[in-house]
């Protein structure tokens, strides 16, 4: 368990000294799609260097050699049922890092771009990008374990957080049409 904190505090620590150089990233390219008569130049700049400054350190984390068991597990749920008889602070750690890992790129894509104005958009992208991570973890041989039940989580993450954003981008979905 020190170790999983560990890497936690890493996380928050790298984010702390991040957050300059984000602002400093964001203002950037304000100016420049400005220059450049881009729509919504501050909007697009703040989701693009949130998603990434938000999902980067958790991909860091998550692509990070460890001394684990390998392995897959590609029976749905399997795995999660297993924590019912782990400790809360695993369960804690599993499944809240889990839902976290894709927040950020859930709440801003819709913000971003009025193509990913719906939930159903978002998931496909956040499970296209966790399999991606999943099938690395794997392949790279990192120590981990790839699961199914953690692009679950990891895309169940991003539409939670995309429905948090809900109100700055629901506007954008055209009259008529039920988003999915």
């Known amino acids: ?13 790298a984010g702390t000294f991040a957050l300059p150089v984000a602002l400093l990233a964001i203002l950037v390219l304000r100016r ?22 938000g999902t980067a350190p958790w991909i860091w984390m998550i692509l990070t050699p460890s001394d684990g068991e390998p392995g ?12 019912v008889t782990a400790p809360w602070e695993a369960v804690l750690v599993q499944v809240g890092g889990n839902l976290l890992v894709f927040a950020a790129l859930g709440a801003l894509l819709p913000v971003r771009s009025a193509a990913m104005s719906s939930p159903a958009r ?57 988003p999915h």
Do not use: K
Request: no cysteine; hydrophobic share 55%.
């Open 1 to 13: 368990m020190a170790r999983t904190w560990e890497l936690w505090g890493n996380v928050i620590i």
């Open 122 to 178: 978002v998931a496909a992208v956040a499970a296209a990008f966790s399999v991606t991570v999943e099938v690395l973890q794997y392949v790279l041989r990192l120590g981990r374990f790839s699961s199914v039940d953690d692009v679950i989580l990891n895309t169940a993450g991003a539409v939670i957080f995309s429905l948090v954003t809900r109100r700055w981008w629901a506007d954008r979905i055209p009259a008529g049409t039920v």
């Open 72 to 83: 897959v597990g590609l029976v749905p749920f399997a795995d999660l049922a297993d924590l």
């Open 32 to 53: 420049h799609r400005a220059r450049a008569g881009r729509p919504a130049p501050l909007r697009t700049s703040i989701a693009d260097v949130g998603i990434a400054a």
